[in-house]
């Protein structure tokens, strides 16, 4: 049975830094495509940060292009969104999603999803 696990959320200050990570179980995400995607109030969940299983140049949005970075060990079976200079407009619910396929970073293109981490930027 597939299963995503995430941690890392919290409450931080406004340019200060959070490490999301994301546990994979009951299958290898080494062959699948990984996804970061975040959902705030009354708004669509966006995806922020991607990796094709079959592209090793990760895809992010231009929102948080040059402060997030996403990463992947196999051997740890896990996925990783670091967060720098965070802003008030990041505060969201993240997600963690794989997907066989996923070569586009958005919503409907991953299937296996975990549960969601807050993440709140404030002063």
């Known amino acids: 049975q597939v299963h995503l696990v995430e941690s890392g959320g919290g409450l931080v200050q406004p340019g200060g830094s959070l490490r999301l990570s994301c546990a994979a179980s009951?299958?290898?995400?080494?062959?699948?495509?990984i996804g970061w995607f975040r959902q705030a109030p009354g708004k669509e969940r966006e995806g922020i940060a991607c990796i094709s299983k079959d592209a090793d140049m990760p895809m992010y949005a231009d929102s948080v292009k040059g402060r997030f970075t996403v990463s992947r060990d196999d051997a740890e079976n896990s996925m990783f969104l670091q967060m720098n200079r965070l802003k008030p407009e990041d505060t969201a619910v993240y997600y963690c999603?794989?997907?066989?396929?996923?070569?586009?970073?958005?919503?409907?293109?991953?299937?296996?999803w975990g549960q969601g981490t807050q993440v709140t930027v404030s002063s």
């Open positions: 999603a794989a997907d066989p396929l996923g070569y586009i970073c958005g919503a409907k293109y991953f299937g296996s």
């Open positions: 009951g299958f290898y995400l080494e062959y699948f495509s």
